[in-house]
């Protein structure tokens, strides 16, 4: 059954839960959400497509409320193929369909999908009155790629926001933020944000600012929960992911081969426990995808990396998170490195550079050992987590 969602507006959205990675590379344990939407009415509008795999469940959907025939427009605010995928086929069954984009959006459809004609095209600001809907377009460039745009609703107060604000996770049930599970607003959330929006905070903030001068009740992403009642909590969050405040606590990230390494992030979380530092968390990177590492590395200030050396550089799981954290330019960690020096101290070189590059403070000497640590590195190792645990700016003094 579809859901009406407000009068006239309906939630054409689909679970994937069989993806295992979202654009081939990030993993999907608990699936995603292409959300798609319908304003029926004189002029029926349709927001955003699916991508090419839930194209036949999308139509069907579509086709509870009207024919497809019977579709005017699609407003193509993104072109990356999980909204878009399915344009080609709907095309195909209703040709007469117009689509709504910038001329960004108009040139990518050209390359994408070939298709040159049938697409109108809107300026930033611009207002149309389509039948008894009224929208307004607003290019967000680079959040997510160069034809992005947001669609807003003025009599609605509503934001159909595409990627912004979007979450991974399939909807369990319910639709908007307070009907779904935590994670949505959580974990999955700020996922979602470090990897695909990570690298982009400086559009981001734009948009941002762009954004905060509409009057928001209501946001309507394309992928994961509706969000009504908590929209300023929601840019507030946003911000400050943008701006990488960071909250105070400590991400612990390690790797180890045959166990020393650990023996040394044992005593740095023995330090941060012993400072009394409540939010911290150990991740163990040969277990772990970069891509929920990423994430917890994003929601702290304090950030702290073991590895052994590895030939002549780092453990390569760590290695795959520090390109990562190179990727994405994550800056202002708190951050501090311990690791096996091996024949040439490879691992601790890399992330020392790395934090230069990406001008992390670093408030302790990295704790480096070759063979087993001896007591004294183990002490300093403790001392290290306590160090980074008291530092001001983590404690937020
Ligand atoms: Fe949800 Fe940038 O695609």
Redesign the pocket.
């Known amino acids: 059954m579809v859901e009406e969602i407000q009068s006239k507006l309906f939630y054409l959205g689909i679970n994937d839960r069989q993806s295992d990675f979202f654009e081939g590379q990030w993993p999907l344990p608990h699936g995603i959400s292409y959300n798609s939407y319908l304003l029926s009415g004189e002029k029926n509008i349709l927001i955003d497509g699916v991508a090419r795999s839930a194209t036949e469940e999308w139509l069907q959907k579509i086709e509870q409320i009207i024919p497809i025939q019977e579709l005017d427009y699609l407003v193509v605010n ?1 072109l ?1 193929p ?2 878009s995928g399915s344009i080609p086929v709907l095309r195909r069954i209703n040709p007469e369909i117009q689509l709504i984009g910038t001329d960004k959006t108009a040139e990518m459809l050209k390359k994408f999908y070939s298709i040159n004609s049938g697409v109108k095209l809107v300026k930033s600001g611009q207002t149309l009155q389509i039948g008894d809907h009224k929208l307004s377009f607003y290019p967000v460039p680079f959040v ?2 160069p034809e992005s745009m947001v669609t807003y609703c003025p009599e609605r107060k509503l934001l159909f926001s595409n ?1 912004i604000f ?1 979450s991974y996770g399939s909807l369990e049930g319910g639709l908007f933020n307070r009907e779904t599970a935590l994670r949505h607003r959580d974990s999955e959330l700020l996922r979602y944000f470090s990897n ?1 929006i990570g690298s982009l905070t400086t559009p981001a903030l734009k948009a941002l600012e762009k954004l905060s001068k509409l009057e928001i009740k209501t946001v309507a992403p ?2 994961g929960p509706l969000w009504k009642e908590d929209t300023e909590q929601l840019f507030k969050l946003y911000k400050e992911w943008c701006t990488m405040q960071g909250r105070p606590g400590i991400t612990l990230i390690y790797g180890t081969m045959y166990g020393y390494t650990e023996q040394l992030m044992e005593q740095v979380a023995r330090g941060i426990a012993s400072a009394g530092l409540k939010d911290f968390t150990v991740i163990d990177i040969a277990r772990t995808h970069p891509s929920f590492a990423l994430a917890e590395a994003w929601r702290r200030r304090g950030l702290i990396i073991g590895s052994p050396t590895y030939g002549n550089g780092l453990f390569p799981p760590a290695q795959n998170l520090l390109e990562m954290l190179l990727n994405k330019g994550l800056e202002n960690p708190v951050a501090a490195f311990f690791g096996c020096h091996g024949w040439s101290g490879g691992a601790i070189n890399k992330l020392c550079k790395a934090a230069d590059k990406l001008d992390w403070e670093q408030p302790v000497t990295p704790v480096k050992f070759s063979g087993e640590p001896s007591s004294d590195e183990l002490k300093k190792a403790f001392s290290m987590g306590q160090t980074v645990a008291t530092n001001r700016s983590l404690i937020g003094g």
Do not use: K, M, R, Y
């Open positions: 993104h990356e999980d909204h997510h790629w990627d979007g695909i394309s992928h």
